[in-house]
């Protein structure tokens, strides 16, 4: 009996402040001189997106995902790494977490992203710390989907970035690489190996085409290293011996974030210039 039909110009400001993700219901509700709930109720019924997270205590680079070399690693990272998370209706954050031991790569990335907020550490399985940023920013969840795939629950279907220069491909494979790869000298075979995996085959089979367009003749026997299933049926990637070298000493001269203790290992250092010596040719300046 008391329903207050809404007007046209009601309607327009409801989308208007909706749209901008910075009122909550409950002041859009003070501007209408009507109560959150009807508010909201009115904004579901037409389909109307209000990213507002009243909870936004933090300031960070809302255009950080625009692609450049930087952004490109974080995205590859983040691809094995991070997840999107629902916390409320209609509304996602952004969420790396990864062992303690690598705390001061998660102070890197919230350097260069430029959050605001803590990071905070948390015993998993009551066995290991572990470190995370959680970061709220409508713009991020729309641009990572964009520009590079990642999207909620992107564990099996994770694809291939929206790149088309090549630097910042091979940008965001070393980030992939950080996040989901290892680099292990064979001590038994003496040689160099690179392994990337993934539950995605499409993103395997996209490292694999990258490497491999650029990487093709880099090797004694040109034999090509197909992408495989792990022992735990993964899609893999190795990538081995000289072209190995060839593609570290190349991704090494990247000026990205990368984990030190991935890209600076003596024993590999030693092999890469064994080879560098053995074959010059086959490197790239």
């Known amino acids: 009996m008391n ?12 989308k208007e402040k909706c749209l901008t993700g910075n009122y909550s219901y409950a002041i859009i509700g003070q501007l209408l001189n009507r109560d959150s709930v009807s508010c909201q109720n009115k904004a579901k019924q037409l389909k109307i997106n209000n990213p507002f997270k009243s909870a936004k205590k933090y300031n960070t680079d809302k255009n950080f995902w625009i692609p450049n070399s930087v952004s490109c690693y974080w995205a590859g990272f983040s691809a094995a ?23 001061n790569h998660l102070e890197r990335f919230k350097k260069d992203c430029k959050f605001s907020g803590p990071i ?6 009551n066995k290991f710390l572990h470190s995370r940023v959680v970061i709220s920013e409508p713009q991020w969840i729309i641009d990572l989907k964009k520009y590079y795939n990642i999207i909620p629950n992107k564990t099996l279907r994770l694809a291939p970035p929206n790149l088309e220069n090549e630097y910042l491909k091979f940008c965001y494979l070393i980030g992939y690489i ?7 000298f064979d001590e038994k075979r003496n040689r160099l190996s690179i392994k990337m995996i993934s539950s995605s085959q499409e993103i395997i ?3 694999h085409d990258l490497i491999y367009s650029k990487f093709k003749k880099k090797s004694l026997t040109n034999k090509k290293n197909n992408h495989r299933l792990s022992t735990h049926g993964y899609p893999t990637l190795d ?3 000289l072209r190995a070298a060839v593609l570290l000493d190349y991704l090494i001269k990247f000026d990205v974030p990368k984990l030190n203790r991935k890209w600076n290992q003596p024993k590999i250092n030693l092999y890469i210039e064994k080879m560098k010596n053995l074959y010059p040719s086959f490197f790239i300046e």
């Open 178 to 184: 950080d996040g989901d790869g290892t680099i292990h």
């Open 205 to 207: 089979s996209w490292c």
């Open 81 to 103: 790494d991070a997840s999107i998370n629902k916390h409320s209706l209609n509304c996602y954050n952004y969420r790396l977490e990864l062992s303690n031991s690598d705390a």
């Open 239 to 241: 990538v081995n011996g």
């Open 120 to 125: 905070k550490t948390s015993l998993r399985c």
């Open 3 to 14: 329903y207050k039909l809404w007007s046209n110009q009601e309607i327009e400001i409801l």
